[in-house]
């Protein structure tokens, strides 16, 4: 077997309760690493386009890669793969913490759940054993006391739980995974999928030494990366992503008034760095090895004798939960935030409907009868905070939006569908495409649907560049020449990422291909170069498309909300969207190797080797 792998899938199936090992096919790991990419591959040949996502023979992928187990900065990462239930496509989501270090230690490189257990259960996997439990008594606990209750079972330091909150027992669309009270598999509603199947947490600790084909190399390069991030992204730890919120308005790509605002110089101050900082007594806190510490500990008190500690909201969070709703209030967002994570809610959808939900109201497409009680009204933190625990408890306003935003809008009528903003389902991130063209594209093109995270290509113009990749000038984000390259390149680089597995914020810390490459090389004992890791990244991308296209996507998904060709009049990106949308498509989809209707050609997938990967080619 390749060095830093164990070649082993770890099978459990709920219903049976059948648990097996799968060995894994070295040439295989070749082609797709593992992580997001092997978790694409699991997907496209074992999900067919009828199944549903709460169906038991959904998959749901626990993946890590050949990062994981080590010391490497940012491979605390680790990824969940499944259909998603609000864009019924391809979905994976990055969680962090610990859990696939001590994952890849129990002696596994991915495991796969199907099935629905009859009564709720929760997994413990260790170097000796893997377990279902009964989880009957903890079914109905927030996902903090979830996690307190089941850290106290386990007699181990080195142990970490990704569970469900209430949202995800209920099937809210937009429920997430909480990974150890701090981190989050936050996107495309896969904590409902974890619901679905009557699964309450899966615990990992394990101890097991992992073989290395270069052991002494590997430590060499990981400490001096270690000090190198530390070095460059000391921004990140000093402020977080919260020092990111004030550029964002000043450049005009923070969210605001659910994406009709263009400016929002007043309120952006309170909810933004120093302000943060001495409000919420914010600290950093890392992920395992990582030396950035971008998450924050917040401990602040919200009325005489009663403080809220815990993980802090972060720039998604600050945007969507805060200037989307022309909300300034920092406690209410800070209330608002420890709400999601106790119920498990994915806080950039969660803000998206609130914003949706208020702009349908004034337009009278909304009745207040519709509005179950609620006053819905711009900057109102009392507001959010009841919004949230309807959407969790799947009650009066959680029910209009428990299947995510299109079936939403379908309900509400009229017009409500125009105003929706998403692509394929999945609400925009909190960085608005208007202020760069070539997020705009990969906004539309994303496999998971609108994602700055699965294609990073706006921050070229932020001044982080990847040589090594053919990008090495500062991109004008207002500028439509090369988007095409520049769009599939960084989504090439992101589908590597998140296959190694890999945090990005690693290219704020000045990690280079030519690292990364060297990481896994002496993990492996392979010899890839930078263009052959590009490759990699290239044939993962695209077989993360034909999961997506054997599940009926298609090019009239591959588009930009209505509200994405409406341009600011004032503010960072004023008079600005991306022209000539569907010519820009058409340079994209040829570049890319695929076909008018957005499917990679045959010529394409034996390029990629792809033809050795997937079972049929549809």
């Known amino acids: 077997m390749i060095k830093g792998y164990w070649g082993k899938i770890l099978r459990i199936d709920l219903s049976s309760r059948k648990i097996v090992e799968q060995e894994l096919d070295p040439e295989l790991l070749r082609v797709v690493i593992g992580g997001a990419g092997l978790g694409a591959k699991i997907l496209y040949d074992e999900v067919s386009r009828e199944v549903g996502p709460y169906d038991p023979e959904n998959k749901l992928i626990f993946g890590i890669g050949p990062f994981q187990g080590t010391k490497i ?77 089941l850290r106290s079972r386990i007699k181990s330091r080195n142990v970490s739980i990704a569970c469900i909150g209430k949202a995800g ?18 996107r495309c509603g896969l904590g409902a999928v974890m619901g679905s199947k009557n699964l309450k947490a899966v615990i990992v600790t394990g101890d097991k030494e992992i073989p290395f084909y270069d052991k002494d190399r590997l430590e060499d390069i990981s400490k001096n990366l270690r000090k190198k991030v530390a070095r460059e992204a000391k921004f990140l730890n000093t402020d977080g992503t919260i020092g990111g919120v004030i550029p964002a308005e000043e450049k005009g790509y923070l969210p605001i008034k659910y994406w009709r605002g263009d400016t929002w110089k007043e309120g952006v101050k309170n909810i933004s760095a120093p302000v943060y900082n001495k409000i919420l007594k914010a600290k950093p806190k890392s992920c395992i090895y990582c030396p950035i510490g971008c998450h924050r500990l917040i401990n602040v008190e919200i009325s005489p004798g009663e ?17 989307n709703c022309l909300i300034d209030d920092l406690i209410a967002i800070t209330k608002a935030n420890d709400l999601c994570t106790r119920y498990g809610i994915d806080t950039i959808s969660a803000g998206a409907f609130l914003g949706f939900a208020i702009e349908c109201y004034e337009r009278g497409l909304l009745s207040t009868e519709d509005c179950a009680g609620l006053n819905l009204k711009w900057g109102d933190g009392e507001l959010l905070q009841d919004f949230i625990k309807q959407l969790g408890e799947k009650k009066g306003m959680g029910e209009l939006f428990a299947d995510g935003i299109i079936e ?58 990847y040589p090594e990749a053919g990008i090495t000038e500062v991109q004008n984000r207002f500028s439509i020449e090369k988007i095409e390259y520049l769009t599939a390149k960084y989504q090439d680089l992101c589908a590597l990422y998140n296959s190694l ?78 022209p000539f949308f569907d010519k820009i498509l058409d340079k994209y989809y040829n570049f890319r190797g695929w076909d008018r209707n957005g499917k990679p050609t045959l010529e394409k997938i034996k390029e990629l080797n792809l033809d050795k990967v997937v079972s049929e080619v549809i």
Request: proline share 3%; aromatic share 8%.
């Open 73 to 149: 900065p940012g491979a605390a990462k680790w990824s969940v793969i499944s259909k998603s239930p609000i864009t019924r496509i391809f979905a994976d989501s990055a969680g962090g913490s610990s859990w696939g270090y001590l994952f890849k230690r129990c002696g596994y490189d991915s495991l796969v759940i199907e099935g629905k257990a009859e009564n709720p259960v929760y997994i413990l996997i260790t170097s000796e054993k893997v377990k279902i439990e009964d989880a009957s008594e903890i079914w109905g606990k927030d996902a903090i006391e979830t996690i307190n209750i």
């Open 169 to 186: 027992e209920n099937l809210v669309g937009i429920a997430n995974i909480v990974i150890d009270e701090h981190s989050f598999a936050g």
């Open 307 to 323: 403080f809220l500690k815990g993980s802090g909201p972060e720039y998604e969070t600050l945007g969507m939960l805060g200037s």
């Open 408 to 465: 939403a809008a379908k309900k509400i009528g009229k017009e409500a569908e125009e105003i929706a903003v998403h692509v394929k389902g999945l609400d925009l991130p909190a960085i608005d495409g208007r202020a760069f063209y070539s997020l705009s594209l990969n906004y539309a093109t994303g496999t998971r649907g609108a994602c700055h995270m699965r294609g990073y290509p706006h921050i070229s113009s932020l001044g982080a560049l």
């Open 501 to 578: 597995v890999l945090c990005q914020f690693m290219i704020w810390g000045k990690m280079t291909l030519t690292d990364i490459v060297e990481c896994l090389n002496a993990i492996t004992g392979w010899s890839l170069t930078v263009k052959d890791a590009m490759g990699v990244g290239e044939a993962i991308f695209n077989l993360q498309r034909l999961v997506d296209v054997k599940f009926g996507a298609k090019r009239s998904d591959d588009k930009l909300p209505k509200r994405m060709f409406e341009p600011a009049r004032r503010g960072g990106r004023a008079g600005k969207y991306i």
